[in-house]
């Protein structure tokens, strides 16, 4: 196999691996923001469950969750798991694993707002859900950028976990065409492909960082 | 209302999966030390009346066929100069479908969660350089097709002549590989093992031979040809012991209660011995003298 042939491979996985970094943001991020309104909820219990959700979550590794959520179907219901499944269930415990971080990223932001905000936007006649779409969350969105730009990150470099389920993303065609070719050479591939990816992430967090810094 | 019950559902599955697995695990241990066919059948079917409504139906044409494999061990299941899968195992499950009119697909595993694959159906067998000695009561196999030996590799130039030399040295073996539990049985080779400074486990045998050559390592447990095919590629430096760890033999393994395949694919594996396709593939990927599949 010549260099432009790994090249190529390579470049098909990593739109693979893209593919799961690019629905676990769509999933997650917003089952983020819902799950950080349990976590803060006034409903005891409400809160009480999604705190234990979370902690299991953050508690377990992410490749244990790829293979209960793979398997789980069929051990508990003896459901069918083949086909299409195995990618939904890639995303699906990616996008429920990030949305338990990103919740305790939210709830970082939201808390960190001083009340005056909300008694001075109930003054001027907003309604709940104005304060807190108009006013709060542009602010908190502001606030926790990096903290979800750390996160973002990570994700970029976790897509190889989804081998433990034997979805082939880049990583595992670099382990594969490794081990064909008997040589390291794909894996430097691997590194530069992650590394051109991570550093497009961090540009555009910057750039949107610049963007919303409207005040200074 | 819905977070609730999503995270319910999810803490319940987490723990269920957790007490399942277990459960399962240890009634296959109780399986393994029944006595096996017929009766050791029967004990299978009422424990795992669940698992057999998958598919012990034997399969018709157009069906597909999915064959679980590990794509990191040539010769026998790695990817070929255009990035497909290939392999002598392969290339010889597309022959049996193109004989059965089954429609074939390729599914690379993680070795490690082998069993839990098959058992839930998402693979119909495990089709690499499968090792049945010592798995005989796990799988309902194929007949053998393969005569292998599990070998030592050192580096030439560390002057370690027969496995006697190993004594006190760092040896390398695959992780849940049929070498390391030839290494650690005590009707094995664990006698062997013992005499050993350490027993390495490696993810794959990439790593493990740029530590032979890096001198981390003194030598590597391997199936012979495995071992043939890195040293091809690998070129000079190398040597295979000329004492052999053990012989065994390589079937393809399918679910317990899966007999209807398993007699399908045998059939048709000795159609293909005999139409001498089988020992066509064999010359190609080289190992036509240790391929044991002959016809009657």
């Known amino acids: 196999m010549d260099f432009t042939k790994i090249l190529e491979m390579l470049a098909g996985g990593m739109l693979k691996s893209m593919g799961i970094f690019i629905l676990t943001l769509v999933f997650s ?13 006034k409903n005891k219990i409400v809160s009480f469950i999604v705190k234990i959700y979370i902690s299991v979550m953050r508690g377990t590794p992410l490749m244990l969750q790829l293979l209960v959520v793979f398997f789980g179907p069929f051990y508990l219901w003896e459901a069918n798991i083949g086909g299409p499944y195995r990618f939904i269930a890639v995303i699906l415990a990616f996008a429920l694993n990030y949305a338990a971080y990103f919740a305790e990223i939210y709830r970082s932001g939201i808390e960190s707002m001083p009340s005056g905000q909300y008694e001075a936007a109930q003054i001027l006649g907003y309604s709940r859900a104005q304060t807190f779409f108009k006013i709060i969350l542009p602010q908190v969105i502001k606030r926790i950028l990096p903290a979800v730009t750390n996160e973002v990150i990570t994700l970029v470099k976790d897509t190889s976990l989804a081998f433990a389920i034997a979805y082939t993303e880049m990583f595992t065609l670099a382990k594969q065409i490794a081990a064909k070719e008997t040589t390291f050479v794909p894996f430097i591939v691997a590194a530069v492909f992650y590394y051109i ?20 | 209302m819905k977070k ?8 319940a599955a987490m723990v269920g999966s957790l007490t399942v697995g277990c459960g399962s695990n240890s009634s296959e241990e109780k399986k393994d030390t029944a006595p096996t066919t017929e009766e050791g059948k029967e004990t299978t079917e009422e424990t795992e009346a669940k698992t057999e409504t998958i598919t012990s139906v034997a399969k018709k044409e157009g069906d597909t066929f999915t064959v679980g494999f590990d794509a990191e061990y040539p010769p026998y299941g790695y990817m070929d100069d255009n990035g497909d899968y290939t392999g002598f195992d392969l290339e010889l499950a597309q022959a049996v479908c193109d004989l059965k009119g089954w429609k074939l697909v390729k599914t690379p595993i993680a070795w490690d969660s082998k069993d839990m694959e098959l058992n839930s159906g998402s693979i119909d067998c495990i089709w690499n350089g499968f090792t049945m000695n010592g798995r005989e009561d796990d799988y309902t196999w194929s007949d053998p097709y393969v005569d292998n030996s599990q070998v030592m590799v050192v580096s030439e130039s560390s002057g ?6 190993l004594s006190g040295k760092i ?10 539990e030839l290494l650690q049985d005590e009707e094995g080779q664990k006698k062997l093992a013992d005499t050993f400074a350490t027993l390495q486990e490696f993810p794959d045998y990439n790593s ?17 040809g495995v071992a043939k095919y890195q040293l091809e590629t690998r070129g000079e430096g190398y040597a295979i012991l000329d004492e052999e760890l053990n012989t065994e033999k390589y079937a393809i393994g399918f679910r317990k209660d899966d007999t209807g395949t398993r007699d399908q694919v045998n059939e048709a594996l000795k159609e293909l011995v005999k139409d001498g396709t089988f020992t066509k593939l064999a010359e190609k990927y080289d190992i036509a003298d240790m391929v044991c599949l002959k016809a009657e």
Do not use: C, T, W
């Open chain 1, 29 to 41: 991020l917003p089952l983020g923001l819902i799950i950080s309104f349990g976590r803060m909820s």
């Open chain 2, 208 to 224: 493990a031979f740029v530590e032979l050559q890096a001198g981390s390592v003194d030598a590597i447990a391997m199936d012979v």
């Open chain 1, 197 to 216: 990816f991570n550093l497009l992430v961090a540009v555009i967090m910057e750039h949107a960082e610049k963007k919303l810094n409207y005040y200074q």
């Open chain 2, 171 to 180: 040896v390398g073996v695959q992780a849940s590989s049929a070498a390391l």
């Open chain 2, 160 to 165: 370690i002549k027969d496995l006697a030399g």
């Open chain 2, 4 to 11: 609730k019950i999503l995270s319910v559902l999810l803490a």
